[in-house]
């Protein structure tokens, strides 16, 4: 836990280190993924999410370092959230949280939840539910202070666990990407989510770092806890995986780079195949015909994106679209017979009309 | 350990399964995939590699149900290599196939070498050293016996092992995909190499199928030698993670599938865009000139993708090629001065000259 003592020491460090023109290599490393993310520079309120944890502490305290530095002119909101998952040491993280950003003279947005019974209601898990409310609070927060981005801290640790939790659900190519850098906070929003640690930083510099701005961090006990199978990914997985290969965190946090570029080539491919296939009389937007002959053409990858693409186009999401469903399809597009029709999950269907897909939507979202 | 009393019985419950006109579920598969596999039916030689483990040993005695069921026709020889890693028991497994192929009535091809000392010589590590010289041998038999197909027992399991290691190793992709089910033994050989058992045959079922011929199987002691990672990643790795996900050697393996049909459709569209790109003047095949301005557009995954191609057709392969170089390579593209040189691995140069890069063999290289 973090003395009252300690922390004003470290922002009189950063001060000094400000004056020394010289910047930690840390804060360094976080300016330049800073530009490389487009993050606003000036004139602009971020949200930076803290748990009291040593990635969120390490994140608050190098963007501090580099306003101190004026490398950054930036009014900056500290949002904590209290899951009352653990009761009174959860309390306690608040209030350390409040006293770290009181005395770094930084806003806070403090809020909380019983996780926990809104689990058991939603019938989700608690990891599920305590992420479900943990980002409804960050949209709150970025709401009411106008923020343009809310930044969290997740590190290339956080960034491996993710990969390996959907490589062992049979994740696709998009699951293998991992977390996104940066991304609307929620669909359509302008206000974006970023995390500037995710693609250099490991939990190991975070920690580092915190020791030498002499700021204790707080331990979340809930990372001992080997019910949440990211817990028991951290401490027995990536152990032993790192057994095999001492650069693991490196490799696979590369690959997820790699892939996500190759997702990108594949969506943006599915994208043009679809927009070619839509009927040229409507605007092709919104078209819910879709011509057969050259989605039947294309590499099986390209055809079941495009045909992903065109779902969601028309039926607002993917929820309970599984393969079976865009095999059955697939199935259409070669079936002789015109007139077949495939249900989707909700009630719309897909049916073949001559050389067209048609899409119709349920009853029920009919106007 | 086999015992001879046991053999014959399996080979006659073969023959008199057959005579019901029904054929067990192992071997019903096989058949499926083998079909799908489009592997030949009558009429040719196949080489079928066998260890004496139960992989190896199952996928022989399902082809053997298969044949004395009259689904296929086919001459069989049964490859045995024996690596003299492991002594005595090394000669007994040697034995041990021989007499069972005898009371099969195939033929038999056995080949040794003494794979540590080649290891020693070639400075490869023992697993390394041991693939290459039994796939040596496996490509002299297929070529003695005027082979079409040399057929190996690899299971869903080996393919997650292949996968994970891949995985923790940094792969992109193409490693994400594992082992293919069919390709050229060797480059641009006509005899394939293919994995009928690799897409859904569980390691549990080939020991399954082996009980229920009632044949026992040689356990490989290298199975348990803690020194490979192959067998750490099976007897560690793969447990641990099916503590996550009870399917996940399903899960990986069908990931593994749409992951390769993704490559594949990547793998098209940069090989066409390679083709828009090479020069009109020359054959597009042997052109050593790029165009820059479609390659610059296209997007990163693509853009990587030709530009190893085009190197591969140049270079003649990709050997200490990395990633630092091709992205040397996209620097040029953008680079705004003419005249700049990479030098590559080996001696070759790629040069920037205008609006195309220049391929230039080593001075070693030319004639």
Not at 36 to 51: D, E, F, Q, R, Y
Not at 131 to 139: E, N
Request: net charge positive; charged share 25%; hydrophobic share 40%.
């Amino acid at each position: 836990m973090m003395t009252s003592r300690k922390t004003p020491q470290a922002s009189n460090k950063s001060k000094s280190t400000s004056h020394r023109g010289s910047l930690t290599k840390f804060a360094r490393s976080l300016l330049d993924e800073w530009r490389k993310l487009g993050l606003p520079l000036s004139n602009a309120t971020i949200v930076v999410a803290v748990s009291g944890g040593a990635d969120s502490v390490a994140l608050l305290l190098a963007i501090n370092e580099l306003i101190r530095a004026k490398k950054l002119t930036l009014t900056i909101v500290v949002a904590h959230f209290n899951h009352k998952l653990r009761g009174a040491a959860g309390d306690a993280d608040a209030r350390w949280v409040k006293s770290l950003v009181r005395q770094l003279t930084y806003r806070i947005a403090a809020g909380s939840a019983d996780v926990k019974s809104r689990a058991r209601k939603q019938k989700e898990n608690v990891e599920q539910a305590a992420r479900k409310a943990r980002y409804d609070f960050l949209a709150r927060a970025a709401r009411s202070h106008k923020s343009r981005a809310v930044l969290t801290a997740h590190t290339m640790n956080d960034q491996v666990e993710t990969v390996l939790l959907n490589f062992m659900r049979g994740a696709g190519l998009d699951g293998l990407t991992g977390m996104d850098a940066v991304r609307p906070l929620t669909i359509a929003s302008e206000t974006i989510l970023a995390r500037p640690l995710l693609c250099w930083a490991r939990r190991q510099d975070t920690r580092n770092y915190c020791a030498t701005k002499s700021v204790e961090y707080r331990e979340d006990q809930m990372n001992f806890d080997e019910a949440f199978s990211r817990v028991r990914v951290r401490n027995q997985l990536v152990p032993l995986m790192e057994s095999f290969n001492t650069r693991l965190i490196d490799n696979v946090a590369r690959s997820a780079e790699i892939l996500r570029q190759d997702n990108l080539a594949l969506e943006g491919a599915a994208a043009r195949l679809l927009e070619l296939s839509s009927t040229p009389k409507e605007s092709r937007q919104n078209s819910n015909h879709l011509r057969l002959d050259l989605i039947k053409l294309a590499p099986v990858a390209l055809r079941r994106r495009a045909l992903r693409l065109w779902l969601m186009r028309h039926r607002g999401s993917l929820t309970r679209i599984d393969l079976a469903h865009i095999a059955a399809i697939e199935k259409l597009l070669v079936s002789t017979k015109s007139g077949r029709i495939i249900e989707l999950p909700g009630g719309a269907t897909v049916i073949r009309k001559g050389g067209f897909l048609q899409f119709c939507a349920s009853e029920r979202g009919r106007p």
